[in-house]
């Protein structure tokens, strides 16, 4: 039986995208604004998974397909960020930290916008390992983000 080694940062995106903790508060209920984040969100997951099964060996490593993934993902990754702002009917699992460390949460935004273009640039060069640094750095700024904004499901 052959084993592979999947590295630890990707071993976290996969755990992060699956499940992401929080503090332990419990979610509310979602708003319209809520609701439109959250799609937008799940919008940019069908590339990012799409690069995974590549980074992880469970799909053939397709260089074309691999640099639109990442060009789309890079685009799609802009909107959630237009959609922060407290929605009065609820705002699911966003925690209200959000709202009142702002300083701490765009520098997590930030972190994830240089992440992302850092991975789109990988992508656009076509060399894996490199590619595989930032996949994994994109996902620790997931996963760095939902620990300290995100609660639990």
């Given at each position: ?31 319209p ?9 799940k ?6 998974t ?15 397909k ?19 702002e407290?929605?009065p009917?609820?705002n ?26 850092k991975?789109?640039?990988?992508a ?30």
């Amino acid at each position: 039986m052959k084993t592979r080694f999947i590295p630890v940062a990707l071993a976290a995106v996969v755990l992060t995208l699956s499940a992401c903790g929080g503090s332990g508060a419990p979610s509310q209920p979602k708003g319209p604004i809520s609701e439109d984040r959250t799609a937008a969100f799940k919008s940019m997951m069908p590339e990012f998974t799409r690069m995974g099964k590549m980074v992880k060996d469970e799909e053939p490593y397709d260089v074309e397909k691999f640099k639109q993934a990442a060009a789309t993902f890079a685009e799609n990754s802009k909107k959630p960020f237009t959609l922060f702002e407290s929605d009065p009917q609820g705002n699911g699992r966003a925690l209200p930290a959000i709202w009142t460390d702002t300083a701490t949460f765009k520098a997590e935004e930030e972190k994830f916008v240089a992440a992302v273009e850092k991975l789109n640039a990988a992508a656009q060069t076509g060399k894996l390992e490199e590619i595989k640094a930032a996949y994994g750095e994109t996902g620790a700024t997931c996963k760095s983000c939902h620990d300290t904004f995100r609660g639990p499901e």
